[in-house]
Each structure stands twice: as structure tokens, then as C-alpha cells.
């Protein structure tokens, strides 16, 4: 029986999981690693492994990472979105900057009279 999840997948991301459980099972036979020590080595059941090697979306992301670390793949989603590497959260981001800057203000003066001053960044290093 399929789930919830598999209904509101896009077509697109289906294959792209079926494609990334298909390139494991790859990447396991080239180290000559059997399912059984993946399983072991992992910490998941043969049903589960199975399962990501088909690209089940309802298989944990950890088991995922796991399996890949286990394979020597290192740690991908460290970056994978990471906010320097979002171009398009950056282009949205340049799209909300003020169209001008003005110069700071004095916004108070502390119970003795002194005045306070707002600071930009640069001004405290």
C-alpha cells in the first residue's frame, strides 16, 4: 500500500528518489559491501535498506545520510542549503533591501541628558 507521501510527490522528485536509492545500491556492490553489514553498519533493518535502495521517500533522512557516510561519501547536506549557496534566496533578499540609506539618528537621551546614539555595525568595531 502506497503512502500519503508517494500521493503528493511530484513526478519529478519520484524519480529522483528512485534514481538516488538506485545509485546506493551502486555505490554499495562497488565497495563489496553485502546488505547485510550495510544494515549492520547503518543501524537499520534489511526491510529498510531495501526500501532506500528502491528511493522510498518515507525512509528517514537520517538513514539516508547515514548510508552515505557509511559509504564514504562524507556529510553532503552540510551545504546542500546552506545561505550563501541559496542564489535564489539571495536574489530575493537583494530584491528586499531599502531603496536608500540614511544616516543615524539620535533616538533618546538616558535619564542623566546624555544622548544616545544609534550605531551601524561598522561604527563598534
Known amino acids: 500500500m502506497k503512502s500519503s507521501v508517494d500521493n503528493i510527490l511530484p513526478q519529478q522528485v519520484r524519480r529522483s528518489l528512485i534514481k538516488f536509492g ?6 554499495r556492490r562497488k565497495r563489496r559491501l553485502t546488505v547485510a553489514m550495510m544494515c549492520e553498519r ?8 531495501q526500501r532506500m535502495e528502491k528511493g522510498d521517500a518515507t525512509v528517514s ?5 547515514q548510508a552515505l557516510f557509511v559509504l ?3 556529510t553532503p547536506l552540510t551545504d546542500l542549503v546552506d545561505p550563501g549557496n541559496d ?14 540609506v540614511t544616516a ?17 555595525h561598522e561604527d563598534t568595531k
Open 104 to 120: 543615524p539618528k539620535v533616538v533618546q537621551s538616558d535619564r542623566k541628558g546624555a544622548s544616545l546614539h544609534v550605531h551601524n
Open 22 to 27: 538506485a545509485d546506493l545500491s551502486i555505490a
Open 61 to 65: 533522512l537520517g538513514a539516508y545520510v
Open 87 to 100: 542564489e535564489h534566496g539571495l536574489l530575493l533578499e537583494i530584491d528586499h533591501l531599502p531603496k536608500r
Open 42 to 49: 547503518v543501524g537499520i533493518s534489511r526491510s529498510t535498506w
Open 72 to 74: 564514504g561519501l562524507g
